[in-house]
Each structure stands twice: as structure tokens, then as C-alpha cells.
């Protein structure tokens, strides 16, 4: 288990994003609030801040963001708030756990995601250098009434080469002072929607196949996580798949077996964040989630976290979310979701 999740340390910040700025944790919990609750294990610097530059430009809004361990939950509130965004998000070091109803995923480098507002979703992310950008959803032309992912594309895809490619430009032109270019979001939307009609309409019926068996096994691997024996063997006769078959569908999760051990650690380290860690319940939650021992689960969470699992349980109760109507304009990302979901802009 002591693989599952884990990557290089990430790199020091000035060879990440350039010129970030830094933000300290009470802020930062806030500037999520109008998309999410952050639960904080401790930031990217010794001095307590993270570092992030947001930027709006032409009806857009992104940010680019370093930060340390921290887990975030969107409630059905959140979803509620945020429903009428589509974002794109991109890391280039680290990982983010995200557990979606429809689907369960670590998202690693070299695969953008782009997810929809109306999902509620647990996540929880490891030193991770990245960025986001948010698209109202009417810019799209999607209704309500149609839900978007969350889906996972190659870099290395066409899409993917695409979407990274506006990304870039997008970011360039944001955090630059460019005399005589300004950023159009006309091609990064036509992207973003051939992209999302290409995910969800199969274009062919072994397209539609592969999508609904793929969905069909995650869902018995998450409802069989506590099974010693649910090992890639069990699955490819349960299922009359080939072992090179399943891997292929778990390629962007570095295969079916990597996959089982990162379901196994995030959902009991979020076990313990949600409900405690008392006398008793660190063997409990070992046992429920398929750790042969204590020994091997303590080890994997300090493998992945750089702690044990008692401090996942307590350091984010330590820190208290900001008002920022003091700040005006210092926060151009938060203002730009409150002011589109219509909410005051305060702590929530």
C-alpha cells in the first residue's frame, strides 16, 4: 500500500508559477467558500500562507495556486451555489483525490479535468501545483438540465493539446501587461464544447460499451473495498474481461490495482476526518477499508500525507475562515464567484 498516491516532493514555488502571491490560511479557506469547505492539514509554507494569483478576464475567471495537504468537501449547498460553473482544472505536480457519486478518480499530471458546478464531491489534495478556470455554464450554451462529467482528458490528446493550449494563452494574456492582445474566450469555448460533446455522446456502440463496463466495475470495486480478495484476477473473471482489457481502462489511474489501493487509503483517511479518531478507531477503519494491518495503514497515510493518521483527524478544526469585505479587489477569483452567485461576500 505505501505506493498508492504517492509522487515527487513537489518543486519549491519559483519553479512552479512565477510570482504568486502569498495567502494565508484564514483567507485562503475563504476563497473557496462560494465553491467549497476546505479542511486544512497545513499550508505550502512554513510561515502559514499558500500562494495564488486569480485573474478575470472576458467573463472568465482563473487562478493559479501552490498549497500544501488539505481536504475539501462541495455539500449539496455548494452545488447549489456553484451549479452554474463548468471548470477546468489542470496540475502540474502532486495529486487530487476526488470522489464524485458518478465517478472516483486521483487526478495526476498530464491529465486536464473538467467537472460541473452541480456535482457534490469529496477531494483531497497533496501539495499540488496547479489551476483552475471557471466558465459560466450559459457561455457554453448548456442548460441546466445537462450534466457535465466529470471528465478526464490526456494532455497528450487532441482535446488535451487543444484545452492546454488555451490554457496557457489564457494565463499568459491574464497575468501580462501584452499592448495589443487581449485574450477571446471564443476558441477555448468552442474546445471546451466539442470536448464535452465528444465525452458524452459514444460515437460508436463498443464506445458506449467500454463507458457503461468501465462504470459498472468501479462501482463494485468502491462497494468491495473492504475485500482482501478483490484483486485485477477476481474482477477480470467476474466481468469475462482480459487482464490487458481492464488495464486499459484503468490506464489514466495507473491501473486496476493502483486504483483499489488509492480508493482504499482516501476512503479511510476521510473516515477519520469526518468521524474522529478515538480509542479503538484507527483498527476499525484499517479493517473496514481492506488494510491487512495498523502497521501497513499508518504507513501508507505517512507515506502520502507526511503524517500519521491521528493528525489527518485534528489540525483542521485549528484553523477559522476570513471575511474578506475588507479586501476589496485582492481577491479577484472569490469576488467573481460570490458576485455570480449573487452572495454576500463573506466567510461562509
Not at 182 to 194: A, D, E, G, K, Y
Request: net charge neutral.
Amino acid at each position: 500500500m505505501q505506493n498508492a498516491l504517492k509522487l515527487r516532493p513537489a518543486p519549491p514555488l519559483q519553479t512552479a508559477f512565477q510570482d504568486l502571491t502569498p495567502v494565508a490560511l484564514d483567507h485562503w479557506m475563504t476563497m473557496w467558500s462560494p465553491i467549497a469547505d476546505l479542511h486544512i492539514l497545513h499550508p505550502q509554507s512554513e510561515d502559514g500562507s499558500n500562494f495564488a494569483n486569480g485573474y478575470v478576464c472576458d467573463g472568465l475567471a482563473g487562478m493559479r495556486f501552490v498549497s500544501g495537504p488539505q481536504f475539501s468537501k462541495r455539500s449539496a449547498r455548494h452545488a447549489n451555489q456553484s451549479g452554474d460553473l463548468i471548470t477546468i482544472q489542470r496540475i502540474t505536480s502532486g495529486f487530487v483525490a476526488m470522489d464524485f457519486e458518478s465517478k472516483a478518480f486521483v487526478h495526476r499530471p498530464g491529465v486536464i479535468v473538467i467537472m460541473d458546478g452541480q456535482h457534490a464531491y469529496k477531494a483531497c489534495a497533496q501539495n499540488v501545483v496547479g489551476e483552475l478556470v471557471f466558465i459560466p455554464r450559459q457561455r457554453l450554451g448548456l442548460s441546466e438540465s445537462v450534466t457535465v462529467g466529470p471528465l478526464l482528458i490526456e494532455e497528450d490528446s487532441a482535446h488535451g493539446r487543444m484545452l492546454l493550449s488555451e490554457l496557457e494563452t489564457f494565463f499568459e494574456l491574464s497575468s501580462t501587461d501584452a499592448p495589443g492582445r487581449t485574450f477571446s474566450t471564443h476558441r477555448l469555448l468552442h474546445v471546451m464544447s466539442s470536448a464535452i460533446g465528444h465525452n458524452n455522446h459514444p460515437n460508436s456502440e463498443r464506445a458506449g460499451w467500454w463507458r457503461a463496463r468501465n462504470a459498472l466495475i468501479r462501482k463494485h470495486i468502491d462497494s468491495n473495498l473492504g475485500d482482501a480478495t478483490l484483486l485485477p484476477a477476481q474482477i477480470c473473471n467476474m466481468f469475462n474481461l482480459s487482464r490487458a482489457t481492464l488495464y486499459r481502462m484503468f490506464e489514466l489511474d495507473g491501473g486496476v490495482r493502483r486504483y483499489i489501493q488509492d480508493r482504499r487509503l482516501i476512503k479511510a483517511v476521510w473516515d477519520l476526518v469526518e468521524n474522529g479518531i478515538q480509542r479503538g478507531r484507527l483498527t476499525e477503519v484499517s479493517e473496514k477499508w481492506g488494510f491487512s494491518s495498523n502497521a501497513n495503514f499508518n504507513r501508507a497515510v505517512k507515506s502520502n500525507f507526511g503524517m500519521p493518521p491521528g493528525a489527518l483527524a485534528g489540525q483542521h478544526s485549528l484553523v477559522i475562515p476570513a471575511r474578506l469585505d475588507q479586501y476589496p479587489g485582492a481577491y479577484p477569483v472569490y469576488d467573481w464567484l460570490t458576485q455570480l452567485n449573487g452572495t454576500e461576500r463573506a466567510a461562509s
